[in-house]
């Protein structure tokens, strides 16, 4: 991978091929964690999760970290490129699974950034080949 190609991604795959992926998962979560709980805590809203919102928060954490460990692992294989051109579009599809399983409202600014990923997606996959 060129040095100027040198994302997220492509640091993930590397650092999979050097210590594996798994153990390059461990590097990246913790700090995904961290930047995150900031907003968790001073979102607004206070109150107990329920049991059920417990185990949608760690479902979703599994979900991700096995994500980010098949990602990883794409850094062993010839094409690698196209696992961060897939994982690209996850932004897109999560505000459309969100549309359409839990009724959430697209503002027309949303339109257009999704607009800008799926130009963006489609940008990488050429510039790829």
């Known amino acids: 991978m ?8 492509g640091m993930g795959q590397q650092a999979a091929v050097t210590v594996g992926e798994v153990d390059a998962t461990w590097l990246s979560r ?3 964690l961290l930047v995150l709980l900031p907003f ?19 479902v979703m954490g599994g979900l991700d970290v096995m994500g980010v460990i098949a990602v990883n692992a794409s850094g062993h294989f010839p ?10 579009a996850y932004g897109a599809l999560s505000v459309i699974m969100a549309m359409i399983f839990l009724k959430e409202k697209v503002s027309p600014g949303q339109w257009a950034g999704l607009a800008l990923i799926v130009a963006g997606v489609a940008t990488l996959s050429v510039t790829q080949n």
Request: hydrophobic share 50%; aromatic share 12%; proline share 5%.
């Open 30 to 32: 913790p700090v995904a």
């Open 79 to 88: 094409g690698k490129e196209f696992a961060g051109i897939g994982i690209s």
């Open 2 to 9: 060129a040095p100027a190609a040198l994302d997220r991604v």
């Open 40 to 58: 968790a805590f001073f979102d607004g809203k206070r109150g107990a999760l329920s049991r059920n919102q417990w185990i949608a928060i760690f």
